[in-house]
């Protein structure tokens, strides 16, 4: 398994501002994840972020709006730009490992809630 | 594209009934894999099974249960003699093995389950 650890674990930020949400894993991960959970939604899928790449942004999500960083194996960061109370929402951090063609389960961090007013 | 239906919004039984929570899935992939998350209040999202497209074994572990048929493409969870601790959103994902797509996981909607004492 993986320890996944998330900051902050909540805010309430203002619209027009940007809040950067930062994801540690306690080992070293093939892959990871960000998600949106909107208020009484399903997750949905923002982007994979590449170590040492640009991020690979799913249909509806643009780089201007949630910038990614991953510099290492073990840490990753979303920014939320901009903010609108839309933003609102549980950020999630997933990992994943991957090793002969076989996934292994998948982790997901204890979210960060965001409330923008 | 990959689409996951869990057609149940909410189920609410008495404590120690059986319930089962259906999950429909959608591919054109023959190599994926199947995952059930549970979502307590608290919001933290807890690994339950995953099960490779390759292995249609059902799995028991305590009062769990997992019924995986291709045929009919569902992946159905009984919880056995359910406890008011089990009252949580359950959610049923599906992630595909081709490079392109990575290990991202689709989500179905997510059931609410109810357990009353």
């Known amino acids: 398994s993986a320890v996944i650890s998330q900051k902050p674990s909540r805010d309430i930020c203002q619209r027009g501002t940007s809040l950067t949400i930062q994801c540690q894993v306690d080992?070293?991960?093939?892959?990871m994840f960000w998600y949106r959970q909107q208020p009484g939604q399903s997750l949905t899928l923002i982007a994979t972020?590449?170590?040492?790449?640009?991020?690979?942004?799913e249909s509806g999500f643009v780089i201007d709006k949630f910038p990614i960083s991953r510099p290492n194996l073990t840490f990753s960061t979303l920014t939320v730009s901009n903010m609108s109370p839309e933003d609102s929402s549980i950020y999630l951090c997933?990992?994943?490992?991957?090793?002969?063609?076989?996934?292994?389960?998948?982790?997901f961090g204890p979210g960060t809630r965001l409330t923008v007013t | 594209a990959q689409k996951v239906t869990q057609a149940q919004t909410e189920i609410s039984v008495v404590e120690k009934e059986d319930v089962t929570l259906d999950c429909v899935y959608e591919?054109?992939?023959?190599?994926?894999?199947l995952f059930w998350y549970k979502q307590p209040p608290s919001g933290e999202l807890v690994f339950l099974i995953r099960?490779?497209?390759?292995?249609?074994q059902n799995e028991i572990s305590g009062r769990y249960s997992w019924n995986f048929q291709k045929s009919t493409s569902s992946f159905n969870f009984t919880i056995t003699a359910s406890q008011v601790v089990d009252s949580a959103v359950y959610f049923c994902?599906?992630?595909?093995?081709?490079?392109?797509?990575?290990?991202?996981?689709?989500f179905g909607e997510g059931t609410q389950l109810t357990v009353n004492p």
């Open positions: 972020a590449n170590q040492g790449s640009e991020a690979t942004y």
């Open positions: 591919t054109r992939d023959t190599t994926y894999y």
């Open positions: 080992s070293q991960v093939t892959m």
């Open positions: 099960r490779n497209s390759f292995d249609e």
């Open positions: 994902a599906l992630s595909v093995a081709g490079e392109t797509s990575g290990s991202r996981l689709t």
């Open positions: 997933s990992v994943a490992r991957r090793g002969s063609g076989i996934l292994d389960e998948q982790y």
